[in-house]
């Protein structure tokens, strides 16, 4: 168990909707990662956050945002969902972001959109 | 703009042999290199690192790496592997500055150990 927590595990949507999947980081992380994991693209970053402001942007779709609250949890939206954001979405979280410290990585959401 | 390529997608092995996974990767600066594990429905777990000096890496599992940098290569080695080694590895790369330190992956070797 690495201590990230991620909700939900599943989610099953049409296209065009919008989801919300939310990642707890472990106790004293400031810093959170978004991943999407797909069989065509491999595992690619999406975005960080360091105690509450992005950092960095990677191959994230405009239709995708983040944020990251006060209590450091953090929510990834999907919206105007396709076929091929069908994906396992991974959170990681890490102590701080001034160095490169290990990556912590929760259990995924495994989203598919039908 | 760094990348990874792992160079075999699946690497079946019989239980008790030797084995390595090739990882070779490209940057135009200096990195940092991980080794990840992901068993099947599960999240990934962090095999190894090398952020510095001594090039021959010590992991979990009994799981080594050596980093090559004339080579530009980081691979993972086991001398005897198990049943339950049997998961997918990821070769990372993490290209360092300021405050972001994403990882980019290869596309992973599947190791599948039979008895």
């Known amino acids: 168990d690495s201590g990230v927590t991620q909700t939900p595990k599943h989610l099953i949507t049409a296209t065009g909707q919008r989801v919300t999947l939310r990642c707890s980081p472990r106790?004293?992380?400031?810093?959170v990662y978004w991943y999407q994991q797909s069989l065509d693209q491999g595992l690619q970053f999406l975005i960080q956050y360091y105690n509450g402001e992005e950092r960095a942007k990677g191959n994230i779709l405009e239709r995708f945002s983040a944020q990251q609250f006060p209590d450091l949890h953090s929510e990834l939206n999907l919206s105007s969902l396709e076929l091929g954001d069908s994906a396992l979405y991974f959170c990681?979280?890490?102590?701080?972001?001034?160095?490169?410290?290990?990556?912590?990585f929760g259990p995924g959401t495994r989203l598919l959109v039908l | 703009a760094q990348s990874v390529t792992q160079l075999d997608s699946q690497v079946p092995v019989f239980e008790e042999a030797p084995v390595e996974l090739r990882c070779n990767y490209s940057?135009?600066?200096?990195?940092?290199l991980f080794w990840y594990v992901q068993y099947p429905n599960q999240g990934l777990q962090l095999l190894l690192k090398?952020?510095?000096?001594?090039?021959l890496v010590k992991g979990i599992n009994g799981f080594e790496a050596e980093f090559n940098k004339s080579q530009t290569s980081f691979h993972l080695r086991k001398p005897s592997v198990h049943i339950s080694d049997t998961a997918e590895y990821f070769c990372?790369?993490?290209?360092?500055?300021?405050?972001?330190?994403?990882?980019?992956f290869g596309k992973g070797t599947l190791l599948t150990v039979n008895p």
């Open positions: 990372a790369v993490s290209e360092g500055g300021g405050s972001n330190y994403k990882l980019t």
């Open positions: 990681a979280s890490s102590l701080m972001a001034g160095g490169p410290e290990t990556q912590y």
């Open positions: 106790s004293g992380d400031l810093s």
């Open positions: 940057s135009s600066v200096s990195v940092y």
């Open positions: 090398y952020l510095s000096g001594s090039t």
